[in-house]
């Protein structure tokens, strides 16, 4: 008996073209060293349109393999190889919260666009595109902010208002054309509709991972290293992104931290399994070190050894695919689409 990596080596051979296995940039090694694609959100949403293999394994989490099953062709199947891999804040917006929130948003008389980050369930981003709304990512939020604010009176972002704000400064809003909804119940939140004027609404959510990085970490290691250069994902507090020299997505961090110059220091504020693989590709020319200690647990719920499970399900034919309930379908896609179709024009 060979070991798993040799095992789903094996396995991958024998399913040969009729399998692609895909992964997010914040897998552990031990399974991203079997992903034929990797990427950021946006390029792997690109990538799975271009797949011809009738299987798709998604290592990453749950929101990621719905987002490709809506942009599968016919007859194509994603499969999750742990399926209770949930990112923590795709759960922060229930999608009966969000109807609610903006009916009553709409219902006071202004046109309000919601603009949903990709981190969200498949209903949520259903609820959007009902409400003529599109998805972002990281890579690609100013373009689409952008896009929104064109759109109507107001936009609501949702989940991460950390994003929001991010990209809403980069656009050059400030902090009085922003508010942080009050989500409660219509009787309890202290927001009325009819007072709200800002152009960005934001849902009060933010990623606990990212949560964890601060200007002080940032503060003492520019003490530490007086010359490094500090990059931070944008689901870091805003304070956070403005005391780094540079924020950008997943992707965006890996070419930063490619091109830094001989004998440098690159500080990267986002999940570790990224900063770690990182460190080991540029060691020798460069030193590229974490921010602090940041894990996404969810992410790491796929395991080598679930991901040979999945290989060997699908070999059997028992494998369960990732599906999409026929009622949100259509409207989720739209938001997808628009998004792709807003970048396609963008040039972005
Ligand atoms: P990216 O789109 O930048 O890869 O980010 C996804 C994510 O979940 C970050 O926490
Ligand atoms: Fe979700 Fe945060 Fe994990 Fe990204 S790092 S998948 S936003 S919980």
Redesign the pocket.
Known sequence: MGTTAETIAALKKTLGDSLCVVG??YQQESVITHCDITG???ELARKVADITAPHIVFCGVYFMAESAALLARPGQQIYLPETAAN?VMSQMTPATRVNEVLERLNAAGRNVVPLAYV?TSLAVKAVVGRFGGAVC???NARTMLRWALEQGDSVLFLPDKNLGRNTARELGLDASQWRILDIRRKSDAADAPEDIRERLLLWPGC?A??AKFTPEQIRAMREAHPDCLVAV?P?CSPEVVQAADAAG???FLIKYAAQAPQDSTVVIGT?TNLVERLRARHAGHHTVARLHRAYCSHMAKVTEDKLLTTLQHIRAGIAQPVSIPSAHRAPARASLERMLEACRKAGV
């Open positions: 997010h940039h950021d959100s946006l990112c981190n990512t990281s890579a990623c991972i990212h994902h689901e997505s997943t992707a999940e």
